[in-house]
Structure formats: structure tokens, C-alpha cells
């Protein structure tokens, strides 16, 4: 069995589907994902069900989210960058509030709040880090996409780093392991985005993240709601109306108990002084 990338510790094999092998690290829990799948071509952005309805209620989260971390991460030193910024959401919000920002990404859906403006840095292949001598680089939703983070990691050189990750230990991720393990993956293959062009290739656990990341320090690891009563037009892409209550329901329960409980969590790494250069 192939060891891990996290802990390089034995990887026991999880799960297995036609479009996924998950292997389980020994030490960490982190759950590596090779998809076996067709590979599908890069239209980031570009999916049919990304609808304006969708994209406005992923906005709405994305907004609550920004405004969150703003408050929790008063003093993120500058120039700071968001990366893989998407609809910059965070961006606009730091933006207001003054700070140094800049916003970077391959492609911006319609909407985003990058498009216009003298602070986007497009870059043109995958991965890439624009010159530039970063004090904080903030990454939300993004390193679980990449199929080697201990490198990437490595190669910033920012003071500070923010990493929005998506668990699979939440309630979401609970009843998709379940279900899985019942031999109906596909919640599970959901959450993985299979079939998606930048699908998920890890899902980490803080033990394996925080091993990912060294040599840097963690400084704070908090739990934070990706989900709230947009639920309905997150799921569906349209609008329920009346339908949809419970399904709005559910998603204000997952982000009341997601203090304690939840799906995400947002980490903050410095570089460790006995470390640095």
C-alpha cells in the first residue's frame, strides 16, 4: 500500500467506487482520492448547474464567511492575497475594510468582484503564485484541490497563511461515510466533486493538514458554517420557494451547531521562527 502524503504513514483503503479509490492515512485520518473516473475537461466557472440562483446563494455564504474571518483575523499582514479568489468575495470585503488586498485566479464566474478592478492578477497555468512579496496568502476552498499540498505549501513564502478546508468529519460528511460504507456512494462522490473538472483530492483531518503544513505553526484553527438556509438553491441551483423550507431548515440547523460541529474549518499557519530564513 502506498504510504501518504500527509504523514507518510501506511494508507488503508477506505473506500472504493467506479469513479474514486480513497485511501485513509494510518496516523492522521486524512483520506486521500484518486479518481478513476474519465477526466473531464477544465471549464471552471463554466458547469450548467451554476446558475445566477446558485451563484447568488453561494455569494450570500461566501459573504456571512468573509465578514467572519475578517473579524477572527484582525491583523493579517500585508500585501495580503486571495488566491484561487473565484468570486472574491473575501477580496471585496477586505478591500472595504482597507486593507492590502490583492485577488488572483485562473477564471472568474460572472459576478465576481475581481472583474474591473487594478487588484487582479490573472495567472495563466494552474498553481502559480504571482510575484509579488506576500505577507498573507489566503486560500479558502482551494488546497483540497491540489494533488500534492506538502509542495505547494512549501513554495509560498508568505509570513501568514489562512486555509479554508472542507472536512469530512461534519454532519454532511458523517452520513456520506455512512452511506458509503452501505454501498450508496453517491453522496459521498458529491461531496468529491466527481466528474467536476477540479475535483477534490483530499480531506483532511487538523492532525494532517498541520502535517502538511510544517514546518509553519499553527496559530488558530476555528469550525465555521458553509452551509445556512440558502441550502435549497445551493443544492438545486433554482429557486423552491415554499418546497424548499425544509431543506432551508436543515441548512440553518447545520450552521447553529456549526461552532461545535461542521463540515469546515479555517486555520490560520505562521512561519516559525526557529525555522525561517
Known sequence: ????????????KAFETHQVN???C????TLWVDHTGPK???????EPDLTPVFLKALGERRTTQAQQLLNWLPDLPPPILDYGCGQAIFFDKARQ??????????????GSYAKDTDRFIP????????AGDWGTIVLLDVLEHHADPRAFLASLSAQRLVIKIPLLRGPSGAVARALARLGKPNQ?????LVGEANPHRAFFTSKGLISVAAPRRLVSRRQIADVG????ERMTGRELGWKGLPLSAAGGGLAAISRIWSDTAVFVFDHDPATSP
Request: glycine residues 6%.
Open 97 to 110: 475594510a482597507g486593507l492590502d488586498v490583492w485577488a488572483t485566479d485562473l477564471a472568474l464566474p460572472a
Open 229 to 232: 438556509t440558502e441550502l435549497p
Open 40 to 46: 473531464v475537461a477544465d471549464t471552471t466557472w463554466q
Open 1 to 12: 500500500m502506498t504510504n501518504t502524503p500527509c504523514c507518510g504513514a501506511e494508507g488503508l
Open 26 to 29: 494510518a496516523t492522521c485520518s
Open 188 to 192: 459521498l462522490e458529491n461531496l468529491l
Open 123 to 130: 495567472i495563466k497555468e494552474p498553481w502559480t503564485i504571482p
Open 22 to 24: 480513497i485511501i485513509r
